[in-house]
């Protein structure tokens, strides 16, 4: 099948071409930075963004939600959402 985008560069703005599991862990970092987060399980989650320098609380994120968030870290501590892809 060809890929009608495949000389396009990509940019944040663009769809994700692939998707990598979320393992929250309250000190390693990504290990790379997403476009955006998936929520499977709804619940709330705590995370540091590429630039920022303190953590945050994001509650009640419904399950189904994509999180246009280029997050650093996700922590385990204080995040009870599930099943959460990086979309790259």
């Known amino acids: 099948m060809s890929d009608q985008f495949q000389n396009h560069a990509d940019q944040v703005s663009a769809p994700a ?41 994001w509650k009640n994120v419904p399950a189904g939600t994509v999180l246009p968030f280029r997050a650093r870290y996700v922590r385990a501590t204080g995040t009870t959402a599930a099943d959460m892809l990086a979309l790259y």
């Open 17 to 57: 071409t692939r998707a990598v599991a979320v393992v929250p862990h309250d000190s390693n970092a990504l290990s790379d930075i997403p476009k955006a987060l998936f929520v499977g399980t709804g619940g709330n989650i705590t995370m540091r963004g590429v630039n920022g320098t303190a953590d945050s609380l």
